[in-house]
């Protein structure tokens, strides 16, 4: 995920990704919006990001993906791809390397803040009826302390 931490594991090594970046993995899969993949497509891409295939490139927001018999390489951002499924202009439905993208995209973002509770703001006491004779009535009462 870019967190730039010192993978050791073998499992980390041979994904690219630690413990807690697999695990940020695992929740964006279950929590973004990936209707617009199949049931299949989004188990490919699953797939491909234990299997290490998802591998950042030197751009913001652009991977190299494996597919998936490792013939090829495919540049992937998440509005684009260069498999063949994703150069059509009019295809349907967009190809599971986006998919695994998009996954990885969402694993990576930052957390919303929190949106802080209104805090309550006391209102001023009304007014009395008339204002200058509660004026001279306080007049009168300082002048008698004083």
Request: hydrophobic share 40%; charged share 20%.
């Given at each position: 995920?870019?967190?730039?931490?010192?993978?050791?594991?073998a499992e980390s090594l041979a994904t690219g990704y630690g413990k807690g970046c697999r695990?940020?993995?695992?929740?964006?899969?279950?929590?973004?919006?990936l209707s617009a993949w199949t049931a299949s497509q989004v188990e490919e891409a699953e797939q491909a990001i234990a299997d290490g295939a998802v591998v950042p490139s030197n751009r913001?927001?652009?991977?190299?993906v494996v597919s998936v018999d490792g013939s090829?390489?495919?540049?992937?951002?998440?509005?684009?791809?260069?498999?063949?499924?994703?150069?059509?202009?009019?295809?349907?439905?967009?190809?599971?390397?986006?998919?695994?993208?998009?996954i990885v995209l969402a694993a990576s973002a930052p957390a919303?803040?929190?949106?802080?509770?209104?805090?309550?703001?006391?209102?001023?006491?009304?007014?009395p009826e008339d204002v200058w004779a509660e004026i001279e009535r306080l007049n009168d009462a300082f002048?008698?302390?004083?």
């Open positions: 995920m870019g967190c730039r931490h010192l993978i050791s594991s695990a940020k993995i695992r929740k964006a899969a279950r929590t973004a919006d913001k927001d652009v991977y190299h090829e390489v495919h540049l992937v951002h998440r509005d684009g791809c260069t498999c063949t499924a994703g150069l059509k202009t009019h295809h349907p439905r967009p190809c599971w390397h986006r998919c695994a993208v998009a919303p803040r929190p949106v802080p509770a209104p805090v309550p703001v006391a209102l001023p006491a009304p007014a002048m008698a302390i004083a």
